[in-house]
């Protein structure tokens, strides 16, 4: 029985091993019994055989086996620059992967909770988040972005105690010893003299402490919470819905979930709390759900709130945690399976911590003392097309180190002031050449064979593994991708201007150099926008 593999291309390391490669035979040389070189060129030789008298073969130049069994394709110059014109046709849709089945997905990430402003780490997942979100619907996918509030619980008790506290000192003009398990940072104190601006001192004075208590952590989770918005509205991120865990718990689903798990069979009580069987899905260990003291683990809302996505239709659920949340994917998909859903329908990524450097040094931040660096921070330093580039330039879950003096320079170092140069230098020739885009002869491939220099293959491979790099990007969920794509074909370009002149005498060559001008920046600014940054026509 022939083993389930599924046919992937991939675009090779190095140019020089053509425009796409395949692994096929090292995935079936065992099951036929074969080196995997071996089968490679018998694969190689079939292939080439049913090339001959075919239409494709003017698209492949030529198939070849290279390495351990990896069969690479080559196009013909023909074919590479066939792109231009599916650029030009295709206009914002190029790139979009084909015959992809689309999928209702809910993207939820940031989730912060409301006791502090956003902090680095959570402008690193509103990057990713949104760059995703934009590129799952880029590829056809319906997508619902969601913020999950954790807007009850013992941290938020904690956030009222300590604005509570931080009021009386205002009212009372006086400076007492904070408990230790409170929050700090000048946020409260601002936090503090606002609401108390509404309220009034005299009021706040009548207030009884279970009063006060209350009315500071509302006003201290709103006002956390309407900042937390305008940072994320600043940074270019938006949500379909916020969604409140207090609303969970007044809605009763909590208890209805819990419910029907014991309706299944998969929970126990024991020394007096109420456990889940998470051990029978995989889980290292059963987790308890009520204390012995009758309240809630962190956990339990999690379950209800994720059968709920799962009712609400989602084909598939994706979360975007922070790195101390690794233990909790085991747990969260056992308890999905003991609901009854398909636990390979969620998928958490884990996004890693941010390092902030400046001047080689590195920004100390802590959170304990109530000292960190916030994401507002981040915009006012950088901007945020910078901000976010700079989030997405390494894979998600790899540890980014953020270097702000690099982030602020306007050199080619920068990778995104790089970029964007390229695409504000392409309006500019476009503003030498003087023409309209549209007397371009765009379906004439005669004209576009004069594209033959290193520099312009060159381009034209590039810009023919976009629509590659977007689907790679989908697939594994991984925006980065788009990050050195964007460089390099950048790069590509600026070499190419250095070494040729777009507008000349020669007025096909114009004319093909030009199309092919105009196309890199149109993949530039398509790309870009997948990223969430702009592409500006003039720098």
Sequence with gaps: MMPDIELLFEIPREEKFGELSNTVALSLARHAGKSPKVLAEEIVKHLTGLLEGSPVKMRIEKVTVEGAGFINF????????????????????????????????????????PTGPLTVA?????????????????????????????????????????????????????????????YR??????????????????????????????????????????????DLEDFGVSFDNYYSQEELARSGKVEKTLQELRERGVVFEEEGAVWLRST???????????????????????IAYHHEKFNRGFDELIDILGPDHHGYIARLKASQAALGHDPKKIRVLIAQLVTLYEGGKQVRMSTRAGEFVTLREILDEVGKDTGRFFFLMRKFDAHLDFDLELAKSQTPENPVFYIQYAHARIESIKNTFGKKESDLPWQDPAILLRLDSAQELRLLRLLSQYEDTVLAAARTLEPFRLVPYLTELAGAFHKFYAEKRVVSEDADLTHARMMLVLSVQSVIRSGLELLGVSAPLKM
């Design 74 to 113: 080559y196009y013909t110059q023909s074919e590479l620059a066939r792109v231009v014109g599916l650029i030009r046709s295709e206009g914002k849709d190029f790139g979009k992967p084909k015959g992809i089945s689309p999928k209702k997905v809910l993207l939820e990430f940031v989730s912060a909770n």
């Design 185 to 230: 940072g000048a946020y409260l104190i601002e936090a503090a003299k606002a609401a108390l601006g509404i309220c009034g001192p005299a009021r706040f004075k009548q207030m009884s402490p279970k009063d006060r208590f209350e009315w500071a952590k509302k006003a201290a989770k709103d006002a956390i919470f309407r900042g937390i918005k305008k």
């Design 122 to 182: 959570h402008g690193r997942q509103a990057a990713l988040g949104g760059s995703l979100a934009r590129i799952l619907k880029f590829c056809g996918h319906e997508v619902w972005k969601e913020y999950y509030n954790n807007d009850e619980g013992v941290q938020i008790d904690t956030l009222g105690e300590s604005l509570r506290f931080r009021a009386e000192e205002l009212i009372e003009n006086t400076k007492k010893d904070m408990p230790e398990n409170y």
């Design 280 to 302: 029978k899905w995989g889980d290292d260990k059963d987790r308890v759900l009520i204390k012995s003291d009758k309240t809630y683990t962190y956990l339990t809302p999690d």
